[in-house]
């Protein structure tokens, strides 16, 4: 079993315990220390009780995986409508990296229907190997045949590392995968890296708002497991002469199954997705006001972008949340980015950061957002929009 107990008989009372509790999980009720509905089992608490009251008692969860018998880098090949998704491309970029230093394979796993050419596909970006489950009845994501099919895939073939890209498939998954094999999970990865020595994934995520960078380890389970949101990695550059292996493990497809999916309908958008533009003209609080925000509009369709924006505005409601640009809103890595009446906070920054060509335009030369620009224009927002939307449209017709 799991669990947390106070020996009463041991506690004085003396608070220590309730100091080291970040989950707010320990109260005093007459004179003795309490544990509610908060606690994380964490085990923080234990050491700080001098007198051995805390008790944790913990089951298989607790317990050390046999490392030595987990190999491979592992991405989930994530796919929608018989496509693979791009954050998967870019997740073998970087397991390729890891793959290669810890001289191990790198592999993708493809659930789905009829993928025979993305598989081929996922080999000219860097997998060794594919594990493609090939059945008709997978061929949408499901929340539940898909971690019951993957944690079988794991148990078999144990991977050292997984990697899942962080998207609404990807974010439902991992930590299912994850609580299943019990095993940890970093969701929203910047960087990956590995401890050569200990053989270690180091998994960097901003923590704490964003204010510092956090880098997390999974020394006792295995596999190591970590989500990254799309355009945070680059892909490699396909090669198309790339010889790997596409195996069709022997799974057993669920069945029974509480949710079925039917259908699946796309949407048909006039504007070009934000994650997917290669152009982004974004708008903050140097706008001024809100009517201002259509000329941001207004320059990212003359372009063919799209339209994005800082927490700043979205909060003011000048513009809907799904134009939020940054750590709370998307992460895009276009070839241009225009940062328009942005001052440059690192939550900002988190989003976009990774852009090809980030050009600036903002009133005060000591914005932090020229720091990171590779072209400035220092002047009023209002003024300089007009312009450049006057000339584009001139030069684009
Ligand atoms: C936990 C957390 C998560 C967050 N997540 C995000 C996030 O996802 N995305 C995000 O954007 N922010 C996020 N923030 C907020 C972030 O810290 C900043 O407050 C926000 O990005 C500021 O938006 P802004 O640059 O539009 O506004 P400001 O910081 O107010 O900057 C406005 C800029 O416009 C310039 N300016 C003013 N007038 C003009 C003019 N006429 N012409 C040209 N320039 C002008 C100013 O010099 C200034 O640099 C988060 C904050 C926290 C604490
Ligand atoms: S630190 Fe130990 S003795 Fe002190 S209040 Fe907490 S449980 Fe009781
Ligand atoms: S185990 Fe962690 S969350 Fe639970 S009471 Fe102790 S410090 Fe708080």
Redesign the pocket.
């Known amino acids: 079993m799991t669990g947390i107990e106070i020996i009463i008989e041991k506690c004085v009372g003396c608070r220590l315990c309730i100091k080291e509790c970040m989950f707010g999980a320990i109260e005093m009720k007459d004179k003795k220390a309490v544990i509610n509905d908060n606690c994380t089992l964490c085990g923080a608490c234990v050491p700080s009780c001098k007198f051995d009251a805390i008790r944790i008692e913990s089951d298989k969860t607790q317990e050390t995986a046999d490392i030595s018998k987990y190999n491979g880098v592992w991405v989930f090949a994530e796919q929608k409508h018989c496509a693979v998704s791009q954050v998967a491309f870019e997740l073998l970029g970087e397991g390729r990296k890891l793959a290669d230093t810890l001289s191990i394979p790198l592999s993708a796993v493809l659930i789905g229907s009829n993928l025979q050419d993305e598989a081929n596909k996922l080999i000219a970006f860097g997998a060794d190997n594919i594990y493609y489950v090939d059945n008709q009845s997978v061929e949408y994501y499901n929340d539940e045949s898909y971690t019951d099919i993957f944690v079988q895939l794991i148990e078999k073939y144990k991977p050292e590392i997984v990697l899942i890209g962080a998207t609404t498939y990807g974010r439902s998954l991992a930590p299912r995968v994850a609580s299943r094999l019990n095993t940890g999970l970093t969701a929203d990865c910047t960087g990956l890296a590995i401890d050569p020595e200990k053989r270690l994934l180091l998994q960097t995520r901003p923590a704490f ?2 204010n510092l960078m956090a880098t997390i380890i999974c020394p006792n389970h295995r596999p190591q497991m970590a989500t990254v949101r799309p355009k945070v990695m680059k892909p490699l550059e396909p090669d198309y002469s790339r010889i790997g292996e596409i195996i069709h493990p022997d799974v057993i497809i669920p069945t029974d199954l509480k949710t079925k999916v039917l259908d699946a309908v796309q949407t048909v958008c006039e504007t070009v997705s934000l994650t997917e533009a290669d152009i982004i003209v974004s708008g ?5 006001e809100a009517k201002n925000y259509a000329l941001v509009e207004e320059l990212a369709r003359v372009l063919g972008g799209a339209a994005g924006a ?4 979205v909060d003011a409601g000048w513009v809907d949340y799904s134009h ?6 998307k992460t895009v890595g276009p070839k241009v980015y225009f940062a ?9 920054l ?2 976009m950061s990774s852009s090809d060509i980030i050009i600036a ?4 030369p000591d ?1 932090p ?1 020229f720091k990171i620009a590779t072209f400035g224009i220092v ?4 003024e300089i929009l007009p312009e450049l939307i006057k000339k584009f449209k001139e030069r684009l017709g």
């Open positions: 708002g964003g903050g609080r140097g706008l001024g800082s927490r700043a505005i939020q640009v940054g750590q709370t809103g328009c009446g942005i001052s440059g906070a690192v939550q900002h988190a989003g335009i903002n009133k005060d914005a957002i002047g009023d927002v209002r």
